[in-house]
């Protein structure tokens, strides 16, 4: 392997790492501050994601439910499922697993609930669909997206926040979206428990 190529992935990532916290900082900030007066107020978090960025839903919802870096009391948070289940004899159709996420907000999600959604491609139809459910049931949203924002920036309503990474490569969203996970547990924590 080329040092030389090795040495400029970690130039190219360290650099979007640099521009992401520059242009995300505020939003970060009023994201961390909404979720933490949701929580303080006895609702929840609901979080989805498609393919890779799942696991990203998953960790965010652990984090609230367990902890991050130091022990806490248990906070209301949901990772929603991506399995479509259906006990019928139609089998499970293509609008099924576009409403897997819309239909679990119908089912759980109210109006002071947030809905934190990760997407990789900002064109993701479950998460449409997920924003446009949140969107009528006046769940405010924080979207992580990249690039341009696309399709899925162009859902969000006035109170809704994105979080928008700069690049356009899933594997450095999700590395970008990992970190900026961790440094909103850290905020929200440090909102909750310094009282």
């Known amino acids: 392997m080329n040092d030389n190529k090795i040495k400029q992935l970690y130039t190219s990532n360290i650099q979007n790492f640099i521009a992401s916290g520059e242009q995300n900082a505020d939003n970060i900030a009023l994201s961390a501050a909404v979720i933490a007066q949701t ?8 979080t989805c994601a498609d393919s890779m960025a799942k696991m990203m839903a998953e960790h965010f919802a652990g984090i609230l439910v367990n902890y991050y870096e130091i022990e806490r009391p248990c906070l209301p948070a949901i990772a929603l499922n991506d399995h479509v289940q259906n006990c019928g004899l ?9 409403e897997r996420f819309a239909r679990q907000i119908r089912a759980i999600g109210n109006e002071q609930d947030v809905l934190v959604v990760f997407s990789l491609n900002n064109k993701e139809p479950s998460i449409k669909a997920a924003l446009e459910t949140a969107l009528t049931r006046d769940i405010q949203v924080i979207a992580f997206t990249s690039d341009d924002g696309g399709e899925i920036a162009g859902l969000l309503g006035d109170n809704d926040i994105e979080i928008r990474l700069p690049t356009n490569k899933p594997s450095r969203t999700l590395e970008i979206q ?7 547990s850290e905020l929200i924590d440090e909102v909750i428990f310094s009282m």
């Open 178 to 184: 990992l970190f900026t996970v961790h440094v909103l």
């Open 39 to 46: 929580l303080l107020s006895g609702n929840k978090v609901l």
């Open 90 to 98: 139609d089998e499970i159709n293509l609008t099924n697993f576009q």
